[in-house]
């Protein structure tokens, strides 16, 4: 176990460091522009220059993420459960979904700002459109794979059909909700950024369009740095809520 | 030690006049449909009559329909023909008397031990106290003190099954139905278990159908040996066990014991 946790921070670091003294090596052997490439140092002192503006930017996109994907999994958990309960249901949204999913949300993001305007709605809508998808999969295939076994149990013991749902199948989709919660979440991310591109006055996808209109390869970079730790951070406030949650899941999958 | 020591008072029910048997399962018959839109007979004319109370194992060879047998009879799956009755009624579903204990342990990963065997209590809404405490006390009866809060992908296979058993036990089942519950466990263990076995029988007068492979276990557990045929299933004959009770584990070694096994061997075609 603590080889685990070792090797686990250890050799990412490890590979990071290589990957940094690399590009750092690259840009000053060639002398490349920053606009085009910035330097890690030079990124490095763009985050320290610019550290309050990065912040300033880094809540709304933040807000715009959590929300959206509270959205997601709010309204696509109920959907789910409708879904995976009944034959009918399933057969009438399931190519509904489909066809939603298909459509590129890069695509739909101008109409959605028509529709919802410049605000945080907009963000909100394309972040939960982009989320949606996965907690919705994921958790009715979770609801539709209940050991049999358990079922049997329960029928045997003439569970009631709720009792059979919150007790057996709920608990035992647990898994697969937070499989898909994971992905969705880092989905989040780039809905919120689609939105910020399309149309926004603030937020780290914002910062990232201003910076790089005005040639500020650093700060640009920069904030694509604070995305991808964004990212990361949702991604492991969702993996320490499924450790919170499924507490006799130890390290199955380990990310 | 009370709840599970103490007799189970004969509820007046209503039924108790009937003189009928407890179980009386006729003329069974079980037809699975195949894909290709034939037939599979499992189960052909099957009958048995099972006492208040009575041990009666059915020992089969592998594949013969045992397990089908049992799943009619806990309501888990439909006969194709026949009559399933339970204190003089006829039943075609799950029975709330009932516990089933599987073949696998089909316990709920995300449980502890504890809150596995408390599920058929919480189903029933009858989780008290007093069936917590039974709980325990079974958990102990098994040998699985300390685990109670563990969950079940900490244990091995044998100590799994016998969580099984304790859940199966936890509520007052009038009929246990038995799916070669110790098939997982080493010989010490599984001995263990019979005698426990036993003396919960002999404490609650529960019934008990007891599927195994197992011949010597058949015959150390039972009132009654049912020796089933190959596929179609049907009962080949009956071997009454008159070996006193309560059973002693020396009794496995005398020569009434042998005799019976021998005589059941000969009924499974192992030897002539
Ligand atoms: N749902 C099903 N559909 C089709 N065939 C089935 C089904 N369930 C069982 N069978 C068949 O019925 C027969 C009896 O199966 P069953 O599980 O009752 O055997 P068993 O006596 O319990 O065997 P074992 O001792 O190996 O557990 C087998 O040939 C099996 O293939
Ligand atoms: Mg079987």
Redesign the interface.
Known sequence: MTDNVYYRSVFPLVGLCVIVVAWQAYTTLFNVSSVVLPSPTDIFFATCENFTTLLRHTWPTLVECVLGFALAVGIGIPIAVALSSSTLLNLTLYPILIAMQSVPKVAVAPIILVWFGLGIESKLAIAFLVAFFPIVVDTATGLNAT?K??L????????TRW?IFY??QL??A?PFVFAGAKVAVTLTVIGAVIGEFVGSSEGLGNLLLTANSQLNGPLAWAALIWLSALGMALFGAVALAERFF?P???DGSGH | MTAITGTREQAPDGLAPSSEPFGVFTDIEKRFALGDGSYLTAIEKLSLTLEKGQLISLLGPSGCGKTTFLRIVAGLEQASMGEVRIEGKSISGPHPDFAFVFQQPNLMPWRTVLENILFPLEIRREKTPKGVDRARELVELVGLAGFEDRYPSELSGGMQQRVALCRALVHDAKLLLMDEPFGALDELKRMEMHDLLLSIRARTNVSVLFVTHSISEAIYLSDMVAVFSRRPATIRDRIEISLPYPRQGEMRYGADFTRYEHEASRLLGIVR
């Open positions: 050991p076994g358990l049997e149990l329960a029928k045997s013991l003439r569970a009792q007790k057996v608990p035992s647990l499924m006799w899941a130890k």
